[in-house]
Nanobody, 123 residues
Framework: VQLQASGGGSVKAGDSLRLSCTAS????????MGWFRQAPGKEREFVAS????????YYGDSVKGRFTISRDIAKGVVYLQMNSLKPEDTAVYSC?????????????????WGQGTLVTVSS
């Protein structure tokens, strides 16, 4: 099973980007999915997660109100809409999937990981 993240790039503070995560199989349509990020020299940080059948989504404190996670079940894609980007949002963003449908903010709860996509925000 592979997860493919895309949509990263270099933007200026205040701009928006939308990241996409596509699974190699559509069975992830009813599994919890998440986005994490890691900036140079820092630990991996939870960004957002979306489940199935429970709470709509969880967000990390640093992105609440600016980022939105969503999923297109028909396409098997999970999105991360990032608005009002800040330089501190600069990181490699990775998507992950759980075998479970239960939403989680814990990276250890995720079973499958994709390669990251780099987001660079300049001031």
């Amino acid at each position: 099973v592979q997860l493919q993240a895309s949509g990263g790039g270099s933007v200026k503070a205040g701009d928006s980007l939308r990241l996409s995560c596509t699974a190699s199989r559509r069975t992830f349509s009813n599994n919890a999915m998440g986005w994490f990020r890691q900036a140079p020299g820092k630990e991996r940080e939870f960004v957002a997660s979306i489940g199935w059948g429970g709470p709509a989504a969880y967000y990390g404190d640093s992105v609440k109100g600016r980022f939105t996670i969503s999923r297109d079940i028909a396409k098997g894609v999970v999105y991360l809409q990032m608005n009002s980007l800040k330089p501190e949002d600069t990181a490699v963003y990775s998507c992950a999937a759980r075998r479970s449908a239960a939403i989680s903010m814990n990276a250890r709860a995720f079973d499958y990981w994709g390669q990251g996509t780099l987001v660079t925000v300049s001031s």
